[in-house]
């Protein structure tokens, strides 16, 4: 289990918004409305933290390693569970991560907000919303006031806490569209980023696609004291073509003639940032984009990327456009001497 984001891979949602993430490899959007999930937890899994957690207690008290106060809190959290908690139904289809990038997720409930989230960054659960299916999520009690007591549930679905949504299509899927930046020019959401607007991109700081994307959000408060559900979820984008690379900021004036040449058009800009058109093929230069002040970066090198090539999203063929855009213009290059 991943544990420690801190400040990096983190996002909380504006409330009313889904989570999004965008996908650059199939220029297409994931989007969550995890205001409408809900935590379960199965009855074997109830027992198993509660015997264990008191029996980290009594350790942590025979130590003297943990405050009294926070003690009392963690007891109160952990009989408090079942009645926190909704119980794992019986009736509901069992779900399976969607294909797609999504991959994992798992769930912690604490006794205080975990990585780098407030308290306020947690919303009770929304009242009156239908559980219609169950989605298994491998999870822990984490307790880091009680000397870092965790308790981590590693058995079946009997065993663990489950996500109930309110329908079967949990994942929505949205293309991008094609005559627009896609939304990374307010905030690097990329891996190692975070961001406040509910949204992460499978992008890097080199200005590549991401292969492995970790987030934690911040799910629900599940009382008014001291209990709060977080979920983390892992994206994972296969790297079988390559759509986006980055450019060296010099060659701006190169690659964009080049472009002109090649019968691309550009019919919209964004500050720095373009869009180009040929037919049914589209094509982003970005030049102007915030990099991950967590890791002293301003700004992210420039990037050139394929969003559609011959009517299509397919990333072989967007590889392949991208490939023979970049040829012509290290031609034009060459033979200009630029």
């Known amino acids: 289990m991943t544990t420690g984001f801190g400040t990096s891979n983190i996002c909380w949602v504006p409330e009313g918004q889904c989570f999004r993430f965008i996908d650059l490899l199939r220029w297409t959007e994931w989007r969550l409305d995890l205001e409408r999930w809900q935590l379960a937890i199965a009855p074997r899994a109830v027992e198993h933290l509660v015997n264990t957690a008191r029996h980290g207690f009594n350790e942590i008290r025979k130590r003297g390693s943990g405050p009294a106060e926070a003690l009392d809190r963690g007891e109160h959290l952990v009989e408090s569970l079942e009645s926190l908690i909704t119980p794992t139904p019986d009736d ?157 900021r010099g060659h701006r004036r190169r690659v964009e003639a080049s472009l002109s040449e090649q019968g691309f058009e550009c019919v919209r800009c964004e500050g720095e940032n373009r869009v180009w058109r040929r037919g049914q093929d589209w094509v982003h230069t970005i030049w102007d984009a915030p990099g991950p002040e967590c890791e002293g970066i301003a700004s992210l090198p420039p990037m050139i990327a394929v969003a559609q090539a011959e009517g299509s999203r397919e990333p072989a063929l967007r590889e392949s456009l991208l490939a023979a855009i970049l040829r012509t213009a290290q031609g034009r290059t060459a033979g200009t001497g630029d």
Request: with cysteine.
């Open 92 to 248: 509901l289809a069992d779900l399976h991560l969607p294909t797609g990038p999504l991959s994992a997720l798992w769930v912690r409930v604490s006794d205080v907000p975990l990585e780098s989230f407030f308290d306020e960054d947690y919303r009770p659960i929304t009242e009156g919303v239908e559980s219609h299916a169950c989605l298994p999520a491998i999870g822990a009690l984490s307790l880091p006031e009680c000397d870092e007591l965790e308790v981590p549930l590693v058995g079946g679905v009997e065993e663990n806490f489950s996500v109930l949504t309110p329908g079967y299509d949990f994942v929505a899927e949205y293309p991008l569209p094609l005559d627009q930046i896609p939304p990374i020019l307010d905030e690097y959401c990329g891996l190692q980023g975070n961001s406040n607007q509910g949204k992460m991109v499978n992008l890097t700081c080199e200005g590549r696609i991401a292969g492995e994307n970790p987030v934690s959000l911040p799910l629900h408060r599940l009382d008014e004291r001291a209990a709060f559900a977080t979920l983390y979820l892992h994206f994972s984008t296969a790297s079988d073509a390559t759509v986006l690379l980055p450019l060296q």
